[in-house]
């Protein structure tokens, strides 16, 4: 096992990190930016080294920094949280050319799974059914046109890197998909580096269903369930929740069983996610693979028990699984509350500034996982995620009566955050129903949750 | 590692003197003007922006003790009424050459912390790595504005500490084959004369050398921050 690891990562991830980093015994040390000089994870490291300025590809995006610091720390690996680096082949490959451990999949698996299109190809290869969709990438608008034409309308647009809803739009006419090709070519170069875009076939109610899978170096892995994460407003999740309330038992168990298989058949490693969407009739089609720890990891650990940040560590150090499937149990139910910085009464538009006071939710079921402190200044450089509330009932109903107490029990004030929105989603007859389908916020709008209700 | 000495933040010499003098005459000046203002009206809060400067007076809410609102050491000016704030706003995230805000915008009361007075400008670190001192460097060295002062290796790759000033070369903080982070006070340079505040714009400063393109075959995805909402 490593002695030291470096956590290249800030906000909460930087501190789940450290938190697993400590059960184990491993040293850990943060690389954090002169923006997040004073973050938690900074101040609670065994050590803290600034890598560079608040602007992230001088500091948490920069390889050259991470892997200095690493070394000059005496880390032997690396963890790259989720976002930044995470899933970058070509980090993972700088890291072991330095001899240093990238803790997730080889540089060799994420390159194999680093194009969106070409995932779905290999996992289509490997039995898994996909979405209709273009014949690889789109060379230009006239392919674009001539591929939507063939696929049948509504098409989904979307950037074969990167991920969080950016370069992706949903059209119905090919007036639409002109326009649109444009806006999500320079937004997927904005963001990504990339504008490769392709296009699928737009399930209408869709619900997005993903599988974890742990799979070790030896080509033993395991599923951990899924997780629905359906409430989503621009392709960007909010709530995340587990058992789906979209599939029964049987199909769960089917979903989960076709994943795990055919990710160690095309030969994945490390923790990652498959996702699925699931269309009216409980059809399921593989969308694309996240080769990383995610957000919504806690709501998974809070039903099995396992702590996959620990469990990723343990795999890229070489060591066994060490279970199987059937050591893998699940019970009860639990929903993951993205907490951000953001108003949601004026379009979530994001909020930067100093936190007053801070008083995190408890009881039974309840955790909450945030980097927030009261006199925390949340930087404006970053994404605007302050904390997660995780919350666990042993079924649906009782985790939601959970949910509602906790959220009425935390307490951030000094900046605007989505509490409420979640507050309002809880008491919406879709979602307390367990019918919530990847649109239902954008089609009716974020207000109509707003309203008080009596 | 707030206790660690070696870690303190360090700004550019010139910002922070451009910060001395606007404090000075916010407090001196504007201060008493809006405490006088916010006793007499009974306003709970009075804000006023000038600039990047904001300046913002807060009543005590009741029951809150003056200790629990001062700011931490080194962060804010606190003159007047301990309620009192005076910070320069952070830039939008997009500014495009992405510099990033003193940390300690409004800091450096007077008597911050020694070396840091006007006389004397501090060189500091423009990456992890390695500090190597230059060879024929020596105190006492009379040193201009970019000269190559020394270097910092990162993945074997040196990247040039320069003068953040014209000066002479003072106290080494850091000993050869030292790592380093980025931003660490290393060499301190003893100032001649009056300072000249455009002289770091002039030069280039040390710290603002990119790091990137260096040793690591990694390739950093270009333009924005990824947001963990993909995940």
């Known amino acids: ?454 | 590692m707030a206790d660690d000495p070696e870690k303190t933040p360090v700004r550019d010499p010139q910002d922070r003197l451009a910060d001395h003098a606007t404090i000075e005459r916010l407090a001196d000046d504007l201060l008493p003007a809006l405490a006088a203002k916010l006793g007499a009206n009974g306003l709970g809060e009075l804000e006023v922006r000038e600039g990047t400067w904001r300046v913002r007076l807060r009543m005590p809410a009741d029951g809150e003790t003056a200790a629990a609102r001062r700011p931490a050491p080194g962060r804010q000016a606190s003159r007047g009424t301990d309620a009192a704030r005076v910070e320069r706003r952070r830039p939008n995230a997009s500014t495009p050459d992405g510099t990033a805000p003193a940390p300690a915008a409004a800091t450096d009361a007077p008597g911050g912390p020694p070396g840091s007075g006007p006389s004397r400008i501090i060189a500091t670190s423009p990456a992890v790595g390695y500090f190597r001192p230059k060879a024929d460097l020596r105190a006492g060295t009379k040193v201009r504005a970019g000269d190559r002062i020394g270097s910092v290796d990162v993945l074997g790759i040196g990247q040039d500490l320069v003068a953040p000033g014209d000066g002479l070369v003072g106290a080494t903080l850091v000993a050869a084959g030292a790592p380093v982070e980025y931003g660490q006070a290393v060499i301190v340079l003893e100032q001649l004369g009056e300072p000249r505040p455009n002289a770091t714009r002039e030069a280039g400063v040390g710290r603002d050398v990119p790091a990137d393109d260096l040793g690591a075959a990694g390739t950093a995805p270009g333009g924005g921050t990824p947001a963990p909402g993909a995940a």
């Open chain 1, 1 to 454: 096992m490593f002695e030291r690891v470096l956590i290249a990562n800030r906000g909460e991830i930087a501190l789940r990190i450290l938190r697993a980093c400590r059960t184990m015994g491993i040293g850990a040390v943060v690389a954090y930016s002169e923006a997040d000089r004073d973050s938690l994870a900074a101040q609670l490291a065994d050590e803290a080294i600034c890598i560079g300025p608040a602007d992230a590809k001088r500091s948490y995006l920069s390889p050259s920094a991470l892997i200095s610091a690493a070394i000059v720390t005496g880390c032997e690996a690396i963890h790259p949280g989720y976002g930044f680096l995470s899933e970058d082949g070509g980090f993972a490959e700088a890291v072991a050319a330095h001899g240093l451990t990238f803790i997730g999949p080889s540089a060799e698996v994420l390159e194999r799974f680093a194009s969106k299109e070409a995932s779905r190809s290999l996992m289509a290869r490997h039995g898994l059914p996909t979405i209709p969709g273009s014949d690889g990438m789109l060379s230009d608008d006239a392919h674009a046109l001539s591929e939507a034409a063939r696929v049948g309308y509504p098409v989904l647009i979307k950037p074969s890197a990167g991920g969080g809803g950016k370069g992706m739009r949903m059209v119905r006419t090919p007036r639409e998909l002109e326009a649109a090709l444009r806006v999500c070519r320079s937004e997927a170069r904005a963001a990504f580096g990339d504008d490769s875009l392709y296009l699928e076939k737009w399930l209408e109610d869709n619900r997005h269903v993903e599988v974890q899978v742990v799979v070790d170096r030896y080509g033993r892995g395991v599923h951990m369930g899924e997780r629905d994460c359906s409430v989503q407003r621009r392709h960007q999740k909010i709530v995340e929740e587990a058992p789906t309330p979209a599939l029964p038992p049987a199909s769960r168990t089917e979903l989960c069983e076709r994943a795990i298989a055919a990710v160690v058949a095309a030969g994945y490693e490390n923790v990652g996610t498959l996702e699925f969407l699931v269309d009216r009739d409980g059809g399921f089609y593989f969308i694309e693979i996240n080769c990383r720890i995610q957000v919504e990891h806690p709501v998974t650990e809070m039903l099995t028990g396992i702590d996959l940040v620990a469990t990723q560590i343990r795999i890229a150090a070489g060591e066994p699984l060490g279970f199987g499937q059937e050591d893998v149990t699940s019970s009860g139910h639990a929903f993951e509350f993205r907490i951000n910085a953001e108003d949601a009464e004026h379009d979530f538009r994001p909020q930067a500034g100093r936190v007053d006071r801070f008083y995190a939710p408890g009881g039974p079921g309840v955790r909450f996982d945030s980097h927030l402190y009261a006199g925390y200044e949340v930087p404006s450089y970053y994404d605007s995620l302050l904390g997660k509330l995780v919350v666990w009932g042993p079924d649906r109903p009782s985790a939601i009566a959970r949910s509602k107490a906790a959220l009425d029990e935390l307490v951030v004030d000094g900046i605007t955050t989505n509490r409420a929105f979640h507050r309002a989603l809880l008491e919406n007859e879709v979602f307390v129903e367990g019918r919530v389908t990847t649109n239902l916020i954008d089609r009716i709008g974020t207000a109509a949750f707003l309203v008080p209700r009596n």
